[in-house]
Nanobody, 120 residues
Framework: QVQLVESGGGLVQTGGSLRLSCVASRRTFSISVMAWFRQAPGKEREFVAGIPWRGDSTYYADSVKGRFTISRDNAKNTVYLQMNSLNPEDTAVYYC?????????????WGKGTLVTVSS
């Protein structure tokens, strides 16, 4: 079992920034990627960004490219999501997840989420 704990959510004005963190209790051989997803009110959960535990590749949804940056600290089992130029459409509960590949069905463990609210 892997526990994921997110932090860093909150209320920010349009154009502002937030940095989310996600700490994993441990890593296992079968878990190769970490990702952030989000779910806005009344909408389905969507992929935001992903990163493997090894290598330099990063992956982003088109809606956040150029504004969000995902990074990791392997020594701390921690993944970050730096969010800049936030707008009200970014308002959502942000979930950290880890698993085998970068898709909703590829995630094996999920955090409880952290709320990000962007005011206009």
């Amino acid at each position: 079992q892997v526990q994921l704990v997110e932090s860093g959510g909150g209320l920010v004005q349009t154009g502002g920034s937030l940095r989310l963190s996600c700490v994993a209790s441990r890593r296992t051989f079968s878990i190769s990627v970490m990702a952030w997803f989000r779910q806005a009110p009344g909408k389905e959960r969507e992929f935001v960004a992903g990163i493997p535990w090894r290598g330099d590749s990063t992956y982003y949804a088109d809606s956040v490219k150029g504004r969000f940056t995902i990074s990791r600290d392997n020594a701390k089992n921690t993944v970050y999501l730096q969010m800049n130029s936030l707008n009200p459409e970014d308002t959502a509960v942000y979930y950290c997840a880890t698993g085998r590949f970068l898709a909703d069905r590829g995630m094996d463990y999920w955090g409880k989420g952290t709320l990000v609210t962007v005011s206009s």
